[in-house]
Structures are given as C-alpha cells and as structure tokens.
T-cell receptor
Framework: DIVVTQSPLSLTVTPGEPASISCRSSQSLLHKNGDNYLSWFLQKPGQSPQLLIY???TRLSVVPDRFSGSGSGTDFTLKISRVEAEDVGIYYC?????????FGQGTRLEIK | EVQLVESGGVVVQPGGSLRLSCAAS????????MHWVRQVPGKGLEWVSL??????????ADSVRGRFTISRDNSKNSLYLQMNNLRPEDSALYYC???????FGSGNYMDVWGKGTTVTVSS
C-alpha cells in the first residue's frame, strides 16, 4: 500500500500570514501520462470534506486562488498565501495512483 | 443541485449485518464511479471502497475486503454498501462520494460528498 505522510500535524497561523503543508508518499504518484495522482481536501469543522486541489496542482474553480498545490513524484505541498479565518479545519492529501486509495493523517489548521 | 444523501446507519451488534444506501441527484449517476469513505469521530479519513460506473469493477480496503460489498443500481441513482460480520472497529461515519471519472485509474478524486450516515457496532 502507498503510505501518505503529512507534516506538520497541526499549524497555528496569524490571519494574513502564509501556511504550508507537506505531503510525502512512499511511492511516486507520477503516472505515465505525466499527471500526479494526488489531491488535497479540507474538512471544515462539522462538515464533510471538500475538494481543493487535484492532480497535484489543479485548483478547483470555486477554490480561492490563495490556495495552491505543487510538487511531483513523492513530495507535494499545499500553500495558502494569506490565511483567512474561514480556512480553519483539517487538511488531507490523498493518493489515487493505486488501490487502496490512501489519505494522509490530516493537518489541523487553527487561527492565532 | 448535485446531492448525495446517505442512509441506513444504525446501532448493530458485533457480527451483524447492515446495508447503507446513498441516493444521488443533480447529475448523471451512471457517468461516474462512486466511493465509500469512513471516518471515526475525531480521526482521519479512511477510504473503504470504489465501484466503476457500470458496477463491473469494484475495489476495497484490506480492512473490509471479504466482509463488505459495494454495489449500485443506476436505474435508481443509488449506491449501496452491504456490510457483513461487523466489528467494533467498523464504527464510523460513512460518507458516499462521487468520483470525477467513470472508472478507476484516470486520476481519481472525489468532487462531491454526502453528509454521512453513522454506523455503531456495539453489544
């Protein structure tokens, strides 16, 4: 199974400051078609997860452009350029190169 | 509006069986693969199972393979999860989620999630 490891597991950020979350996989998530099969989700308190980023770096159209995804192979990063209060929650990365599909442990973002 | 509504979660004894349902609306159900994902309260997300658009291919987490069966009825826009030989560690909130594509292997991810249904396995 592909193991996906996130860091840090928790993050406290001042509004307006940047935030960065790392996601590392035990195997390369780069498909032969050139796409990285890595997604990012945010689960806000009391809500279901919502998709933010797919194929490593493609932002869903409704997601604010302060969110960006980068990386390839085994190392990926989710960046928030300027954190806002509504960004609190738990962020998960997920690999879908192979089954079983696996999620990272989650990174809890709190506002200072 | 695209919507997924799960149902069927109850309290069941260890060793018991249960069938979860997910009613889909607002999109062409048989164009997409579907997932079940579960979450123990206060814990992370665990992928459980995936079914291709036509039901011919199914995939499972090791923790449920041989005990759970995913299925779908495209005529009813519905997804199911038959859960047998339930264990206390199966207790969780079970989410139904829509995939972006119709089969596994194309860069899958879930773009729509339901609110979940709670399964509790306890004597």
């Amino acid at each position: 199974d592909i193991v996906v490891t996130q860091s840090p597991l928790s993050l406290t950020v001042t509004p307006g400051e940047p935030a960065s979350i790392s996601c590392r996989s035990s195997q390369s998530l780069l498909h032969k078609n050139g796409d990285n099969y890595l997604s990012w989700f945010l689960q806000k308190p009391g809500q279901s997860p919502q998709l933010l980023i797919y194929l490593g770096s493609t932002r869903l159209s409704v997601v604010p452009d302060r969110f960006s995804g980068s990386g390839s192979g085994t190392d990926f990063t989710l960046k928030i350029s300027r954190v806002e209060a509504e960004d609190v929650g738990i962020y998960y990365c997920m690999q879908a190169l192979q089954t079983p599909i696996t999620f990272g442990q989650g990174t809890r973002l709190e506002i200072k | 509006e695209v919507q997924l509504v799960e149902s069927g979660g109850v309290v069941v004894q260890p060793g018991g069986s249960l069938r979860l349902s997910c009613a889909a609306s607002g999109f062409t159900f048989d164009d997409y693969a579907m997932h079940w994902v579960r979450q123990v309260p206060g814990k992370g997300l665990e992928w459980v199972s995936l079914i291709n658009w036509d039901g011919d291919s199914t995939y499972y987490a090791d923790s449920v393979r041989g005990r759970f069966t995913i299925s779908r009825d495209n005529s009813k826009n519905s997804l199911y999860l038959q859960m047998n030989n339930l264990r206390p560690e199966d207790s969780a909130l079970y989410y139904c989620a829509k995939d972006i594509d119709d089969y596994f292997g194309s860069g899958n991810y879930m773009d729509v999630w339901g609110k979940g249904t709670t399964v509790t396995v306890s004597s």
